[in-house]
């Protein structure tokens, strides 16, 4: 996607924003911003860590595709109590 070529439909209308979007688990709104949030701890007091996302959506399928820019953030995933690896 980042290269501006849909990998699901092959399109070329790809777009990328960095737009405000709602919160959720693991993922914080911030002015303008998608966020990647961390935390050490279920309590929401705890250890807090934000790394900016970049996202792209093809106009001609609707496929979307997130990615953080922030290679720290992504290194703290293991030890985040609000993210866990997916099994296969």
Request: proline content about 1%.
């Given at each position: 996607?980042?290269?501006?070529?849909?990998?699901?439909?092959?399109?070329?209308?790809?777009?990328?924003?960095?737009?405000t979007s709602s919160m959720g688990a693991g993922v914080t709104a911030g002015e303008n911003q998608l966020l990647l949030?961390?935390?050490?701890?279920?309590?929401?007091?705890?250890?807090?860590?934000?790394?900016?996302?970049?996202?792209?959506?093809?106009?001609?399928?609707?496929?979307?595709?997130?990615?953080?820019?922030?290679?720290?953030?992504?290194?703290?995933?293991?030890?985040?109590?609000?993210?866990?690896?997916?099994?296969?």
């Open positions: 996607m980042k290269s501006g070529k849909c990998p699901k439909c092959g399109g070329a209308e790809v777009y990328g924003s960095t737009s949030q961390t935390r050490r701890d279920e309590a929401w007091a705890g250890d807090f860590h934000f790394s900016q996302l970049s996202y792209y959506a093809c106009k001609d399928c609707g496929y979307m595709e997130i990615y953080s820019e922030d290679r720290g953030a992504l290194d703290r995933l293991h030890q985040a109590a609000n993210w866990i690896k997916v099994k296969k």
